[in-house]
């Protein structure tokens, strides 16, 4: 049976009955429901289904028994078969040298877009596009003869083997968390230790977390519920690429996927050289500015440089996808960060900053930097000694460190999700975790996961391996070099990371959003180690990226559930090719700050001034220099914020308490986690990304996916996948060719220098210019030496 091809047809469905959208507070905490409109669930209770009344039985895979032998979940039947090959080859030397290559080349493109912003992320799926004609070439070209008992060439290219690729050049595509470590002491410590350090480092926060993720993937890959909603951009892609049938289509006219798929990414790489290169301003679109670019309210207000950025309007889909695709995320998600940013950035800040609430009318409205009590620039070597340890003296004589507003209320919003995340996990999922756990690692009653269960599974002692091999790895890093980290610090951050693992995916698999623990490992090391930047940073990236890269490889341990992707030959390409990831990485780093003029300079000429960079070398002066004491302690200036933790805490039991009031009401929807950690790239972030993010998503994962459905389960993630794929191909081209050669001199002047790209940056916004100015020598804040 061919891997790909669906037992069913749409037509044979009430598409109306399906399109409604899973959400985990639709769940009801007494019986589990979740992912079904409750008309639709008492529809099919009438069934009078005996299994019913055992306790052990996942009530929605019953349900979709009823239908079909399928997913419960529309969106997963629009993107993933619901058949298997075991057959179909998997691990060959194409798929190894393929997987590889792309191993290296996208990691490496994106820590070198990593330092830009708007940061240009080329996801795997530029992989997946460009390894398909390699595969078919591969299989066509070469001959069928064994070299040392490998085939040169087993035959047609499989899917599985395209997945495989896929993941090697996904796995450890993002920029390593530790690279900020290094591009921090590089850039505000004038620390530069050697290659050993780095990569030890790097391979131990990267690796470590996938110990957790093996055994994570009893509760986030195997339940049906737990749908990784990217992920089936991913599979949408393979069907269109492999298949001619495609599962949830049915005999709905049109382009095919893949003639759509090619049309749009065409599209989207040419419409990029506008806001990319020819007319920068319709990236930066603060046409408000344009208009009064002097007047201080205006550009505090639409600014897009260090402003809300309330003009609503971008026509970059780079800046719309900054925060990831609308296409992606369930409507109801989006819906709930919408909510929380409107709320917090368009009535908390503005109310905060226009009252002077933290002296924030002398600073921009919104900035991922710091400031000291002149308005300027807060210079962390001025409250250093010579070891680069905090002197209170130093401190005493200089100034506080100030926030701007919105910086300010991220941390409040980092502080309410980390409790949030814990109250909801725990009314919300409570069952569904314990059930998991009973069940261990017994199949689940899904066609996914039973088509799985012919496989061998991995070990658990593999995973222990990995675990013990980079717990060593941290231990030489921390003692070998002068990084003022105790060790036992370094235990506690792995315990963080291991406890919040399970809620923290669960709440990423159901609505595409991650809640990061940068901030409470950043609270916790700050209050016990205060003065060691060093020693923070390190806490915070054990602590937080254990955890989100476990995440990741389970992520990806979904996208081979859905593909039927053997375990094992997954395990062994996501750790080979995230030690290649994180090499490469380096390597890039490095050359850039050699030979990149005015590297994380915020004036540098073609964008590389290292936003997030920026917010890890601020936040590395809040909690580990100064420390957190001196900033949300009773009497400090920050202390107001720490009572968000109390409405993170409190706001979930809140809505719990309604769905239990109004179980069928729209209150089943809210989910806190997301409300607060939804909005967490703010700054650099900020209207510019999230209010068109949100639109987009409204139009398409509310209003056609209600109103054409068929249109939207056969083509809104080929959509989303075409898209990021044709802006991330564009500006690779356009920075290689037209950009870095000589200097940025190949583009006309008049290009460069015309209203269109400048427009945007000549207004009292560009020029970072405070609601209140200060004379030379005044200062603002609490009186000198008070702190």
């Excluded at 050049?169 to 050697?194: E, H, K, L, M, P």
């Excluded at 401190?395 to 502080?415: D, M, R, V």
Aim: charged fraction near 10%.
């Amino acid at each position: 049976m061919s891997a790909v091809t669906p037992a069913y047809s749409n037509e044979d469905r009430d598409v109306e009955d399906v399109k409604q959208p899973p959400s985990p507070n639709a769940m009801d905490p007494e019986k589990g429901h979740h992912g079904h409109a409750p008309e639709d669930v008492d529809a099919l209770e009438a069934a009078a289904l005996p299994e019913f009344d055992d306790p052990n039985l996942d009530k929605d895979a019953a349900i979709a028994g009823i239908l079909e032998d399928d997913s419960p979940y529309p969106e997963v039947r629009s993107a993933v078969a619901n058949t298997d090959d075991p057959s179909i080859p998997v691990n060959t030397l194409r798929a190894w040298v393929l997987g590889l290559i792309w191993a290296i080349i996208i990691p490496g493109l994106n820590q070198f877009f990593f330092f830009r912003y708007p940061a240009v992320t080329v996801t795997s799926i530029v992989a997946q596009l460009l390894t398909f004609p390699l595969g078919r070439a591969w299989a066509r070209l070469l001959p069928n003869v064994s070299l040392l008992g490998v085939q040169l060439n087993p035959g047609p290219f499989s899917i599985k083997e395209h997945v495989l690729i896929t993941i090697m050049a996904g796995v450890g595509a993002g920029s390593a968390y530790a690279t900020d470590i290094v591009a921090v002491q590089r850039v505000y410590y004038d620390q530069t230790y050697n290659f050993s350090y780095q990569w030890l480092m790097v391979m131990s926060t990267q690796l470590i977390g996938f110990s957790i993720g093996g055994i994570a993937r009893r509760f986030l890959v195997q339940p049906p519920s737990m749908i990784w909603p990217y992920t089936l951009v991913t599979c949408a892609l393979f069907n269109t690429l492999h298949a001619q049938q495609y599962a949830g289509v049915g005999s709905r006219g049109g382009f095919s996927r893949e003639r759509f798929f090619y049309i749009a990414f065409a599209g989207s790489a040419l419409w990029y050289l506008v806001p990319g290169y020819l007319f920068t301003g319709l990236s930066f679109f603060s046409w408000v500015c344009w208009i009064r670019p002097n007047n201080l309210v205006v550009n505090q207000l639409f600014g897009v440089n260090y402003g809300l950025a309330m003009g609503m309007v971008t026509f970059d889909w780079a800046q719309i996808t900054y925060i990831g695709s609308p296409l992606a995320t369930p409507w109801w998600a989006e819906a709930n960060i919408a909510v929380g940013f409107v709320f917090f950035f368009w009535i908390l800040t503005p109310a905060l900053y226009f009252t002077n609430t933290w002296y924030s009318k002398y600073m921009p409205i919104s900035s991922g930097g710091s400031f000291d009590n002149q308005g300027l620039t807060y210079d962390v070597s001025r409250i250093l000694n010579d070891e680069k340890v905090f002197d209170d003296a130093k401190y005493k004589a200089y100034s506080p460190i100030f926030l701007s507003t919105t910086f300010a209320i991220s941390y409040g919003l980092s502080f309410a999700s980390i409790t949030a995340t814990i109250t909801h996990a725990f009314l919300f999922f409570r069952k569904q975790i314990w059930t998991q756990s009973r069940r261990a690692m017994h199949e689940q009653p899904d066609i996914h996961a039973r088509l799985m269960a012919v496989y061998p599974q991995v070990p658990q002692w593999w995973y222990a391996i990995i675990f013990l091999s980079m717990f060593v790895f941290g231990i030489i890093t921390i003692e070998v070099w002068d990084t003022k980290f105790p060790v036992q610090y370094f235990i506690l951050a792995l315990v963080i990371s291991f406890f919040y693992v399970i809620p923290i995916g669960m709440i990423q698999a159901i609505t595409n959003q991650q809640v990061g623990l940068n901030v409470i490992t950043e609270l916790i090391i700050g209050y016990a180690l205060p003065g060691r930047p060093v020693a923070m940073m390190m806490f915070k990236t054990w602590g937080y990226i254990t955890m989100a890269q476990a995440l990741t490889f389970t992520s990806d341990f979904k996208l081979g559930h859905y593909m039927k992707v053997p375990p094992r030959a997954m395990f062994h390409a996501q750790v080979i090719a995230t030690i290649v990831a994180g090499t490469v990485q380096l390597g890039v780093q490095a050359w850039m700050f050699t030979n990149i003029e005015d590297m994380c300079v915020r004036t540098q000429k073609d964008g590389f001034w290292c936003p997030s960079t920026q917010v890890f070398g601020t936040a590395s002066i809040i909690w580990g220099v100064i420390g957190p004491a001196r900033q949300f302690s009773k009497g400090q200036i920050y202390y107001a914020l720490t009572f968000f933790f109390l409405i993170g805490f409190l706001c979930p039991l809140l809505a719990w308490i309604c769905t239990l009031r109004w179980p069928n009401s729209w209150l089943r929807y809210l989910n806190f986690p997301v409300i607060f950690s939804g909005t967490g790239l703010i700054p650099p972030a900020n209207s510019n990304n999230y209010v068109p993010w949100a639109i987009v998503g409204f139009i398409f994962q509310y209003v056609i996916r209600r109103r054409h459905f068929a249109w939207w389960t056969k083509y809104n993630y080929v959509l989303s996948a075409a898209l990021d794929s044709g802006v991330a191909v564009s500006a690779v081209l356009i920075f290689f060719i037209l950009q870095y050669p000589r200097n940025g001199t190949i583009g006309l002047h008049t290009i460069q220098s015309w209203w269109g790209n400048t427009v945007w940056q000549n207004t009292a916004d560009g020029n970072k210019s405070p609601l209140l100015s200060l004379a030379e020598g005044q200062i603002f804040g609490p009186p000198a030496g008070s702190w």
